[in-house]
């Protein structure tokens, strides 16, 4: 069990290893991009295209590293007035309809992939990529995000601290 659970948390920091990069590459592809516009040149249209794949590619491998560095955005004016028992009740309970819609997009985003890979789609704009390349990102993540949450389901640590305000 421990072998799955360390193969489980390289897969999931490699993931957001993968999304800082792609943040990288998005700020060197605008900088590349305005210094050409600047020079009276026409940028690369795969620089383009590159940054929107970029956008999807970052958010969908980031997102499950996020869930469980608790780094999503959430609310804590509620939670932070609540009684600790009754925090833990809402907190889990969250926690659980996050896990619900993470399973439909996960399902959907896997009948979504299993569309593209039948017809094989491509997508046709500054060159021919698989649909199916950017596709494969939504089961994926949403999946893992499923498993994250349902650690703050079931587990000992509560998705939400009931602190209001900036705590770093």
């Not at 690369?44 to 560095?69: C, I």
């Amino acid at each position: 069990m421990r072998l799955i659970n360390q193969c489980y948390t390289a897969v999931l920091y490699t993931m957001a290893g993968i999304a800082a990069a792609t943040l990288v590459w998005l700020m060197v592809s605008v900088i590349v991009s305005v210094v050409m516009r600047n020079a009276g040149l026409q940028p690369y249209a795969w620089l383009f295209t590159s940054a929107e794949y970029g956008l999807l590619y970052m958010t969908m491998l980031g997102a499950p590293w996020l869930v469980r560095e608790k780094g999503h955005v959430h609310i804590e004016l509620v939670t932070a007035v609540l009684p600790p028992a009754l925090r833990q009740v809402v907190s889990r309970f969250v926690a659980l309809l996050c896990v619900l819609v993470c399973l439909i997009l996960a399902w959907k985003g896997a009948e979504l992939l299993m569309v593209n890979l039948e017809r094989n789609d491509f997508d046709v704009r500054a060159y021919y990529f698989p649909r199916w390349m950017l596709t494969i990102t939504f089961p994926i993540s949403f999946g893992l995000m499923v498993v994250e949450f349902m650690r703050f389901v079931v587990g000992p640590e509560l998705l939400h601290s009931g602190e209001a305000g900036i705590h770093e």
